[in-house]
């Protein structure tokens, strides 16, 4: 197999060039190495937040594309984490990177057999323009690879309104995507997910910030993003963990944090608990799946119940009946009733006597 990328070795792990005429140059600033692999994967906090639009809400930045990826065999050990950002100066997107004919995927799968499972943490879902075909590429890989499972997990949906010309072609192609399942599953990103990304991908997390609770603003998106995801492809997200909400809110502008509140782990004074710039609810409630949870009502009053049971008691004890109507394979037994009658010595000793004097006669 003929490969594209060039591979170097780094303090913590690899260095990736996709393409080996890739060079640093002025206008992309990840040129020349897009895929990097081990610790040398992880990014800061600010990067994190800036992409994936977490802890306080979607950024959208169109520009910037970002995917941690992990890699595992049949007993779902992990082989390989990494990270892959998308080319500005050659108008590359990340899917279209690492699943490219003869890419850096393929030929891992090529030279480790074992590997079965494909995770994918993407800030956007894959498009299908003209100009990258980022979601064809995925399907031909998959149809290569029948028995590889991939998981897709992203924070924000990438054209898919009417507003943009081609969106008609990035939801009819998720949607074709998604009809691959069980194979392929496609989640918003919710729940545990965060931390477990925080945990593996984001240089020098404190605990304070690894297991604070998910804000009010960053819950509401990812609701909104499992109900639009279901409505197109059909198939509700294999996993979503929100907290639902009870009364929705509308958000009054987008949130362009400064240069301190992103370099710091805690959250604004203004997007605390009672943040009130949380996206739109679907009109449609999205359980989690596949553990939904269901309300109970129980009872108010605290008074005794008395339940009274009425059986059926037979009218005579000692009426006859037929055994075998009771105990299975039971024979009838004829019973003969024997009576003894005691005797007493006194009306014994004349009889013997009478029986003496007929025979001396």
Not at 45 to 63: A, L, Q, V
Not at 145 to 167: A, C, G, M
Request: glycine content about 4%.
């Amino acid at each position: 197999m003929e490969n594209h990328f060039q591979e170097f070795s780094g303090y913590h792990g690899t260095l990736v060039k996709p393409y080996y005429w890739f060079y640093p140059n002025q206008d992309c600033s990840k040129c020349p190495y897009h895929i990097k692999t081990g610790e040398e994967a992880r990014v800061t906090y600010k990067e994190f937040y800036e992409s994936f639009g977490f802890p306080y809400g979607p950024t959208m930045p169109e520009s910037k594309q970002l995917i941690f990826y992990e890699l595992k065999d049949f007993s779902r050990a992990t082989v390989q984490r990494g990270h892959v950002t998308n080319c500005v100066a050659s108008n590359l997107h990340v899917e279209s990177i690492l699943f490219d004919n003869n890419g850096y995927m393929e030929t891992l799968l090529y030279q480790l057999n074992s590997i079965c499972y494909i995770t994918l943490y993407a800030n956007y879902t894959p498009c299908n323009e003209y100009t990258h075909c980022c979601i064809s590429k995925i399907y031909n890989f998959l149809l290569k690879y029948p028995e590889t499972r991939l998981d897709i997990y992203f924070s924000q949906l990438y054209h898919v309104d009417d507003d943009f010309p081609v969106s008609a072609w990035n939801r009819e192609a998720l949607k074709s995507l998604g009809n691959l399942w069980p194979q392929v599953t496609i989640n918003p990103l919710s729940g545990g997910v965060w931390q477990t990304l925080l945990y593996s991908f984001v240089k020098g997390i404190s605990s304070t910030t690894l297991y604070q609770p998910i804000l009010q603003s960053r819950a509401s998106a990812d609701r909104f993003n499992a109900h639009r995801i279901h409505l197109i492809t059909g198939i509700k997200p294999y996993f979503v963990d929100v907290i639902p909400m009870s009364k929705p809110q509308e958000p009054t502008h987008c949130y362009k944090p400064t240069q301190a509140n992103v370099g710091s782990n805690s959250a604004p004074h203004h997007f605390r608990s009672n943040s009130q710039y949380a996206f739109p609810l679907p009109p449609i409630p999205i359980i989690p799946f596949p553990a939904p949870q269901f309300k109970i009502k129980q009872e108010t009053s605290s008074k005794p119940i008395n339940v009274v049971r009425h059986l059926n008691m037979p009218g005579n004890t000692m009426e006859e009946f037929e055994l075998s109507s009771f105990i299975p394979n039971a024979r009838k037994i004829n019973e003969t009733i024997i009576t003894e009658k005691i005797v007493k010595m006194n009306d014994k000793e004349p009889k013997d006597k009478k029986s003496k004097k007929g025979k001396e006669k």
